[in-house]
């Protein structure tokens, strides 16, 4: 059995990856997808503790954080898609109007 | 054997689809590298057990939420390719040393203290053959956890009808 030291150390470095995403690319698409990046190490973070603690709510969590993914995708690109119909962008830089 | 073997392929192509998403220019490879990555995510809950969530994660992420992703890149198209000059001064050498920092510190104490990534299992062990099951993971669910489940119904159906509404606006209302 592979140590589940080592499935924490993927998800440390997919969460990390997605965090370096979201701070460097300025597309809203590819931000909401970094964000799935980062969802997804959470839940290969909470399955692995549960195998190693012998829990089953392990997966229970990341079954409601699959839910909460979806729906938040939903609400996020409708978004995105309400903005670009109103701006012809998709880029994140040139939404500042509430800029101070 | 078998287990580290598919742990170290499936661990590589996790990073490559992640690395994949953040530095690829057209956004359709960012969703082709994000759908490598949940398929290995995927392989990497089956080494766990975790059947039923594996497939969930194929069917919901892989299955409707990509989709939805390419939908939405095709919709606004892919042809604009984002600027990559700065206009914020010293915060990405700012992100790029504290990340380090935060790294090096991670590291240094999984290597050299006694740091231990999970407590020990507990007494009540799950049997190999039903962890993971429909069963298994529908009896928390319904019973201990039936108030989160009866509110994620509330929360899937407020973000369809909020969806709706803004696929609905004027132009003037925004």
């Known amino acids: 059995m592979v140590d589940p030291g080592l499935y924490m150390t993927v998800a440390a470095v997919l969460f990390f990856i997605g965090a370096l995403g979201m701070l460097v690319r300025r597309n809203a698409l590819v931000m909401f997808m970094c964000i799935e990046l980062m969802l997804n190490a959470v839940n290969l973070t909470l399955i692995s503790a549960g195998r190693a603690m012998n829990d089953i709510n392990g997966q229970v969590a990341v079954f409601f954080i699959l839910v909460v993914a979806a729906a938040e995708v939903v609400v996020g690109l409708a978004i995105i898609v309400a903005i670009f119909r109103r701006r012809s962008t998709a880029s994140v830089d040139e939404l500042n109007e509430m800029r101070g | ?174």
């Open chain 2, 1 to 174: 054997m078998v287990e580290s073997l598919v742990f170290v392929l499936m661990a590589i192509a996790a990073v490559a689809g992640a690395v994949t998403v953040v530095v690829a220019r057209n956004p359709v490879y960012s969703a082709i590298g994000l759908l490598g990555t949940l398929f290995a995510v995927a392989v990497l809950y089956v080494l766990q057990l975790a059947h039923f969530v594996a497939a969930v994660q194929i069917i919901v992420y892989a299955g409707a939420v990509l989709t939805l992703f390419l939908f939405v890149i095709m919709l606004i198209g892919v042809d604009k390719d984002e600027t990559r000059e700065e206009n914020l001064p010293y915060q990405r050498k700012a992100v790029i040393a504290l990340g380090s920092a935060i790294i090096l510190v991670a590291a240094g104490l999984a290597l050299f203290t006694d740091f231990q990534w999970v407590p020990a299992a507990s007494e009540a062990l799950i049997p190999e053959s039903t962890n993971g099951t429909i069963e298994a993971i529908a009896e928390p669910l319904f019973t201990t956890w039936v108030v989160a489940f009866q509110a994620t119904a509330l929360l899937l159906t407020i973000a369809a009808a909020g969806a709706i509404a803004l696929a609905h606006y004027r132009k003037r209302d925004i």
